[in-house]
């Protein structure tokens, strides 16, 4: 994947707390680091305590809920999307009773 083809894309993250689904579009980015401080981010701004831990995943092509723990997991999701619609929504997981 090149970078033209990685802009092409639209990125969404997304948290459910309660009743609301707090959805917002992100840049594109290349590392699970990345990708993990954004949702950070979002998870502290609808309240979720900065020590929950938290995960990441996403429903692919054919329906199948996919985790994301590594960069190459960044770099499929990607791929997937490139090859089907061009969008990706990435979905923070946390449980605030660990």
């Known amino acids: 994947m090149n970078t033209q083809e990685l802009s092409k894309l639209d990125v969404k993250l997304c ?8 959805t917002k579009r992100i840049p594109v980015t ?5 990708l993990l401080t954004i949702s950070r981010e979002q998870a502290n701004k609808v309240g ?9 995943s996403y429903i692919d092509s054919e329906n199948e809920l996919i985790k994301v ?3 190459s997991d960044v770099q499929m999701a990607y791929a997937v999307a490139l ?3 061009g ?3 990435f ?3 946390y449980n605030t009773y660990t």
């Open 91 to 93: 979905q923070i997981n």
């Open 30 to 34: 290349l590392t699970i680091k990345e």
């Open 69 to 71: 723990e590594d960069d």
């Open 48 to 56: 979720i305590n900065k020590k929950t831990p938290i995960s990441l």
């Open 15 to 22: 948290i459910i707390k309660g009743d609301e689904n707090n």
């Open 87 to 89: 969008k990706i929504k």
């Open 83 to 85: 090859t089907t619609n």
